[in-house]
């Protein structure tokens, strides 16, 4: 009787542990692939800004932030707020660049958004660094 309580118990553990990893590969997955669908929209308005289509871009980033307002519920249970709220600063700031037609600013603003967004999935992955 004492090893079935003990053999049912590190069964509970291991069919814990193994829900915690499924979950913790599940949500990783789901930050990159996010992050790889708000990156494209972004590397497409860098173009349009090396190739001064304003208008273009500024319609870019709006349908970016209607993206973004989507996924930002669900990364806000998975992540850190700090790091959405990073986000949203800095997409209003490329907003706010590309109305004022800043060329420099809005490409440095928008290479600081990828750099954002790309680093979460980064950071999130189980490594040996994020363990220690």
Known sequence: MKYGVTFRVIGAITVLTALIIISGLFTLRILQKDSEKLTAGIESI??????????????TLHDISKDWDSTKKTWSTLIDHEEIDNIDMTLAR?????????????????????????????????????LF
């Not at 001064?52 to 500024?58: E, R, T």
């Not at 290479?111 to 040996?128: A, F």
């Open 46 to 59: 860098r173009n349009d800004i090396r190739s001064g289509k304003w208008d273009h871009a500024s319609e």
């Open 94 to 130: 490329l907003k706010a660049f590309l109305e004022a037609e800043d060329t420099s600013s809005a490409l440095s603003e928008a290479t600081m958004l990828i750099k954002s967004i790309t680093h979460i999935p980064e950071r999130e992955k189980l490594s040996l660094d994020n």
